[in-house]
């Protein structure tokens, strides 16, 4: 059966590895995304995702040598988006070696480019990435082009629609709590893993190898950190074994020694 | 030193098999030139996309009768992956619609039909890492430990065997899904070794260094 997975998640800034808290606090470069990758790499997690936060002409070239020199040492799949809204930017990113092409405002813009971009290139090519606010104890709200556009959908319902439209998979984003490493937003998480279909990546507030435990326990399908990895000492060699001694259903590799 | 073939059939992606292959040390060459498959020592059939796109590159190019002639033939050491194994089989009935099932290689002697989980809740397509139970040893598999049979499996149809010494390794998804094949000097993978880490890296590199 399938494997519960574990994915760092790089943000970048003009080809730089970056973290905020909330989306916008707090700014700290965090490195080289190749150097750093090369390290999860020898940590042995799952698969990478990689985000251009914000995209331009310029950043898109930097993001496609970036995944060119990953895949070039770097064996596992790859999640790439940030800024794509046309068929020839999901080629052109799998051209340059990713698996997946998550799609996020253009989603929401135009939901038939989902449709699309599954027919052409096989509905597991595509990950729709959906990031959210809670809005008051019961409702939350979707947030486009980065965090900065509020669009009046429930994060839910639009993930089920998006499974409508063939998208292979769901990365589902706390604004909330990204960065703030207090832990994952579990009542989403339950509420998403129980109605969808397709797996379900959730990211947002993992602090702890507890909260990783969480949210895989809700539902996810795949954890989605940043932030633990690159600020504590909790390393994926390390979540992982205490995933596996938990009882969590997690690969182990010749790299994480377990 | 000889080079590695990796047959170009005109589908989008080799960069990541090339670029396995480069990193175990032996030299890629992505090429549908019958010389250049002639001269490899060792001979990979990559996939991605419809099966029946892909048999007709094949059969457009020629590439049926170069492999018939090279691997069939004279022995060459031949690695197909995941698309690449499927071409081995008799047919396939991905996007026939009802019609009568494409034609492959025929190579094995088998049929690929799209996966039917015994459980609702399980997913086409079948993506992710999944274990590789080993039904029988085999070269590619040297010194990768069973607990490090995990491997990156994307596919939605797979390789139905009516000659059951043929399985190497199966993996669970709601049915058994065949997961390795050989015969003589070929063996394919229903999963992405290039894709796989550790234990992919290992497999390519088995494969690499191996004389059958």
Not at chain 1, 76 to 97: K, S, W
Not at chain 1, 134 to 144: L, N, T, W
Not at chain 1, 166 to 171: A, D, P, V
Not at chain 2, 101 to 112: Q, S, T, V
Request: hydrophobic share 40%; proline share 4%.
């Amino acid at each position: 059966m399938l494997k519960k997975r574990l994915i760092p998640k790089f943000l970048l800034r003009d080809g730089r590895l970056v973290k905020y808290t909330r989306f916008f606090d707090n700014e700290r470069i965090a490195g080289n995304p190749v150097t750093t990758a090369k390290v999860y790499n020898d940590y042995g997690v799952d698969e990478l995702i990689v985000l251009d936060i914000v995209p331009s002409e310029q950043s898109r070239g930097r993001v496609v040598e970036i995944i060119e020199r990953m895949s070039e040492e770097i064996f596992m799949p790859f999640t790439v988006g940030g800024g794509v809204g046309t068929l020839e930017d999901v080629n052109r990113l799998l051209r340059a070696g990713a698996d997946k092409v998550s799609v996020n405002s253009e989603a929401v813009r135009r939901p038939e480019f989902v449709r699309e971009a599954a027919r052409t290139f096989g509905d597991q090519c595509i990950t729709v990435s959906i990031d959210y606010k809670k809005m008051g104890e019961r409702h939350a709200s979707v947030y486009i082009d980065g965090g900065r556009e509020h669009v009046a959908l429930d994060p839910v319902e639009w993930a089920l629609r998006c499974e409508d439209f063939h998208c292979g998979e769901i990365l589902l984003g706390s604004i909330d709590r990204d960065g703030t490493m207090e832990g994952y937003d579990l009542d989403m998480i339950h509420e998403a893993a129980r109605r969808l279909s397709v797996p379900l990546i959730v990211s947002g507030g993992c602090g702890s190898l507890q909260h990783a435990i969480d949210a895989l326990e809700a539902g996810a399908s795949a954890v989605a950190i940043s932030s633990m990895f690159l600020f504590t000492d909790h390393s994926p060699i390390k979540l992982r074994s205490h995933l596996a001694s938990r009882g969590l259903d997690v690969r182990t590799s010749a790299s994480s020694r377990n | 030193m000889s080079e590695v073939a990796i047959v170009d059939y005109g589908i989008n992606n080799v960069r990541s098999v090339r670029n396995a292959v480069d990193y175990c040390g032996f030299n890629p060459v992505v090429t549908h030139d019958a010389a250049a498959i002639a001269d490899a020592s060792h001979v990979i059939l990559p996939g991605v996309g419809a099966f029946g796109d892909a048999m007709s590159n094949i059969r457009a190019r020629g590439i049926d009768e170069i492999l018939e002639r090279h691997v069939r033939e004279k022995g060459k050491p031949f690695l197909a992956i995941c698309l690449g194994m499927q071409l081995l089989a008799r047919t396939s009935e991905e996007h026939a619609d009802g019609n009568a099932p494409y034609r492959g290689l025929g190579w094995f002697d088998a049929d690929i039909l799209r996966l039917q989980p015994n459980d609702p809740r399980l997913k086409i397509p079948h993506m992710g890492w999944n274990i590789v139970t080993r039904e029988r040893d085999h070269a590619v598999l040297a010194n990768i430990r069973d607990s490090n049979l995990a491997f990156y499996f994307v596919h939605s149809f797979a390789m139905h065997c009516n000659n059951q010494s043929d399985i190497v390794g199966w993996a669970d998804y709601g049915q058994p899904v065949t997961a390795i094949v050989a015969k003589d000097n070929i063996v394919a993978t229903q999963f992405h070794p290039e894709k796989s880490q550790d234990s992919g890296i290992e497999l390519v590199g088995n494969f690499l260094r191996w004389n059958p």
